[in-house]
């Protein structure tokens, strides 16, 4: 079955830095590809997807690229703020059939001021 | 338009005791999902419901299940309660089938069996 491979967390940085959070995933076909956030002490939310090969999604300065040939979506942001902590999933999902998302075990981000 | 709620937000049981959860999802959805979080397995999904009709399940025991009511509020179970069922147990909703529309998150129920 599918499969999703994220950077193990926790991930700490300062306001202002880089951020990038691996994901690798395992599929049959073209799934669509998610990331959601979990903020404390809420449910997830989605951030953003992509869903065919070379998509870039985006959101709130986010971005990830689906990679088909590396089977990648990485998620990345230029410059983070104290408001990104939160704890970061990615999830493929595939369009035929009613298979659920399968998500990963989720990146917990910390951003210090 | 309200979100997906979920009741209780926080449970304690004992081992052996089962637990009703509930799920109300965002009006007119008729999908609702469930997911079991927990530290060392992450995000788990256990079973979704469409229409009254279970579409799919997870790979979790018997002693877990669910329904669906003609509203599409979903309940699931756990009967005879294990301390490893300790988790936080998320419903998601969407308006048709999770693969090709987005899914709302609860903010979950925390479920400790002591």
């Known amino acids: 079955g599918d499969s999703v491979t994220q950077m193990e967390g926790p991930v700490t940085l300062s306001e202002e830095a880089f951020l990038t959070i691996n994901c690798t995933y395992t599929?049959?076909?073209?799934?669509?590809l998610f990331w959601y956030v979990q903020y404390p002490g809420e449910g997830l939310q989605l951030l953003l997807k992509?869903?065919?090969?070379?998509d870039k999604g985006s959101n709130k300065g986010f971005e990830a690229t689906y990679r088909k040939e590396t089977t990648s979506f990485h998620l990345e942001k230029g410059s983070v703020q104290v408001s990104d902590s939160a704890v970061y999933f990615c999830a493929p999902q595939q369009a035929s059939g009613n298979t659920p998302l399968v998500f990963g075990k989720g990146t917990r981000l910390s951003v210090i001021a | 338009k309200a979100g997906v709620t979920q009741t209780p937000r926080y449970l304690i049981k004992t081992r052996g005791q089962q637990v009703t959860l509930s799920c109300s999802p965002i009006s007119g959805h008729r999908s609702v999902s469930w997911y079991q979080q927990t530290p060392g397995q992450g995000l788990q999904f256990l079973f979704e419901y469409f229409s009254e009709t279970q579409r799919n399940k997870g790979n979790f025991p018997g002693r877990f299940s669910g329904r669906q009511f003609s509203n599409s509020r979903s309940e699931m179970n756990v009967s005879t309660l294990e301390l490893g069922d300790s988790a936080l147990y998320l419903c998601?909703?969407?308006?048709?089938?999770?693969?090709?529309?987005?899914?709302?998150f609860g903010p979950g129920t925390r479920l400790t069996v002591l």
């Open positions: 992509a869903t065919k090969a070379d």
């Open positions: 599929a049959t076909g073209y799934p669509s």
């Open positions: 998601a909703s969407s308006f048709g089938t999770p693969s090709y529309n987005e899914q709302f």
